[in-house]
């Protein structure tokens, strides 16, 4: 079950001794969470996706790609999605900065629906409240975050205040490193070998 912002930025605070967000604010701890995702997107974990779409064909056989996908790996289509689209019947093209899937001629006419197999990119963009983070992202944001607001909070402590947050720091570091492998290492988020990047995404 998903964690939302304020139970990650709750865990958060607790890791780094300061439970009343008396020496960093939620603010502030928002900040390191999105500066964790963007770590997440940097190393190129993305996130399996499976979704319907009804996509309309226009002039020369061609569909805006959904906005969620930034990799499409298979395509299916006809009666219950149980006819497989090769790869080579299909590819992707720019058209005003946009997108498309470029259909080989007739393959889809006019409106069909299909099922798109891809992966999306991890939220970088979080907001406090309910808003929930990323299934299988909150251990590493948690403690990716963690680290960067020990780190922070150390080089305005001193002696053993100072001592303990850098342990901290490193410490969750040391996880969060582990973790992205573990998550890297996952062939849900990661692209497959034969996926194929949207352009512009």
Same mark, same amino acid.
């Given at each position: 079950? !998903?964690?939302?912002?304020?139970?990650?930025?709750?865990?958060?605070?607790?890791?780094?001794?300061?439970?009343?967000?008396?020496?960093?604010?939620k603010?502030?701890?928002?900040?390191?969470?999105? !500066?964790?995702?963007?770590?997440?997107?940097?190393?190129?974990?993305?996130?399996?996706?499976?979704?319907?779409? =009804?996509?309309?064909? =226009?002039?020369?056989?061609? !569909?805006?790609?959904?906005?969620?996908?930034a990799y499409?790996?298979?395509?299916?289509?006809?009666?219950?999605?149980?006819?497989?689209?090769?790869?080579?019947?299909? =590819?992707?093209?720019?058209?005003?900065?946009?997108?498309?899937?470029?259909?080989?001629s007739?393959?889809?006419?006019?409106?069909?629906t299909?099922?798109l197999n891809?992966?999306?990119?991890?939220?970088?963009?979080?907001?406090l409240?309910?808003?929930?983070?990323?299934?299988?992202?909150?251990?590493?944001?948690?403690?990716?975050?963690?680290?960067?607001?020990?780190?922070?909070?150390?080089?305005?402590?001193?002696?053993?205040?100072?001592?303990?947050?850098?342990?901290?720091?490193?410490?969750?570091?040391?996880?969060?490193?582990?973790?992205?492998?573990?998550l890297?290492?996952?062939?849900?988020?990661?692209?497959?070998r034969? !996926?194929?990047?949207?352009?512009?995404?």
């Amino acid at each position: 079950m !998903s964690k939302n912002v304020n139970q990650i930025v709750g865990e958060i605070s607790e890791r780094i001794g300061d439970i009343e967000l008396e020496r960093i604010t939620k603010e502030q701890l928002l900040v390191l969470v999105n !500066s964790a995702a963007e770590d997440l997107v940097g190393a190129g974990i993305v996130i399996g996706l499976t979704d319907n779409e =009804s996509l309309t064909s =226009s002039a020369g056989g061609l !569909s805006i790609v959904p906005a969620s996908f930034a990799y499409i790996h298979d395509i299916w289509g006809g009666t219950s999605f149980r006819t497989w689209i090769p790869q080579s019947h299909w =590819s992707f093209q720019v058209v005003s900065s946009a997108p498309n899937i470029l259909w080989d001629s007739e393959l889809l006419a006019t409106s069909s629906t299909v099922q798109l197999n891809g992966h999306v990119r991890p939220s970088a963009a979080y907001a406090l409240g309910s808003g929930t983070i990323d299934i299988g992202m909150e251990a590493f944001i948690r403690e990716r975050a963690s680290s960067y607001a020990a780190k922070q909070l150390a080089q305005v402590a001193d002696g053993g205040p100072a001592a303990n947050l850098e342990s901290i720091a490193n410490s969750a570091m040391a996880e969060s490193t582990v973790l992205l492998q573990l998550l890297g290492a996952q062939a849900h988020f990661r692209p497959y070998r034969y !996926s194929r990047a949207v352009p512009l995404r």
